[in-house]
């Protein structure tokens, strides 16, 4: 029987085109997902494939692929390995990522143990996690743009963090907004004002210190997820490429990964919600809060600001008052 599977995922993954099919599996505003299985070396395997269609489909998928191998080098058993990314071939301009399976919300038989580490330890330790493959002097970026929704993120090299945040993320992301929503001298001013003043005075360099538990000094950037609300956060297990399975774990998906603060990853935690006070209390325990520690709430607001502005660049709406809220608070303080 004809296998139902186009001929580039075939050839990518390595698979034998008389087994392979594929079957919906769900999907997203921003893609269609399917399950793929077939036969690779002997063993029967699964995969799970996103499509998208264009320009920006190639991009989020290239950013994924590299954001979910940059989490999976360095904690185990946190995220699905992606295995591949490319253009089909009988089907022009529909793009596709493939990774390994997850299976997820007690779709699996049994309940085999895996690690039994927990969501706080195994993020504390992406946070903590030292890079030593960083473009020296520029280590805050990532090297392929990555996308927060369909939002394509600018993660060109700065050796400045403060830099990077009013740069790569406030003032692009305030671009965006004003393309997709029309002119706003309010937002554009505050937004401009707010990464002027209040970015360098709370993340500047020689102000903001990793947290003396962990040696103070400078922060160094920790591979950060990106795009950590609840949503992109459960319990299930890994199939991997050779068909083995984990134990169930805590996993993450859907990244849009950086080379940043690790602090930045707690705006859209704090945002949305949905994480018990045990895992905070654990978290800040394994990762102790950086210097100044008074300062903490201010600059978790200052990340949180970010993830408001691009769902307003998004979706509209309220979102804009929810930005307009945080830029006002920390220009009334620091401004």
Known sequence: MPSN?????VEALGLDRTTASIESHGGSGFSSAYKLTGDKDGKRVKYFVKTGTGANAATMFRGEF?????????VADFCPRAHAYGEMQNRAGVHFL??????????WGGNRAGSGLSFASKLAELHTRENTSLPDGTPFGFPVTTCCGSTEQDNSWKASWSEFYADNRLRHILAACLRNNGPDETLSESVERLA????????????????????????????IHGDLWS??????????????????????YDPASVYGHSEYELGIMRMFGGFSSAFWREYTALVPKDEPVHEWEDRVALYELYHHLNHFSLFGGSYRGGAMSIVDKLLKKYG
């Not at 134990?247 to 993450?252: K, L, P």
């Open 196 to 223: 002027s003043t209040v970015v360098p005075r709370l993340l500047g360099d020689g102000h903001l210190r990793r947290s003396s538990e962990r040696g103070g000094g400078p922060i160094r950037p920790a591979v």
């Open 231 to 252: 949503g992109n956060h459960s319990r299930g297990r890994i199939v991997g490429s050779g068909g083995d399975t984990t134990g169930v774990e805590e996993v993450v």
């Open 5 to 9: 599977v186009d001929p580039a995922l």
């Open 66 to 74: 590299a954001s979910l191998n940059a989490i999976a080098d360095a």
């Open 98 to 107: 493939a990774t390994d399976f997850l299976e997820l919300g007690g779709s």
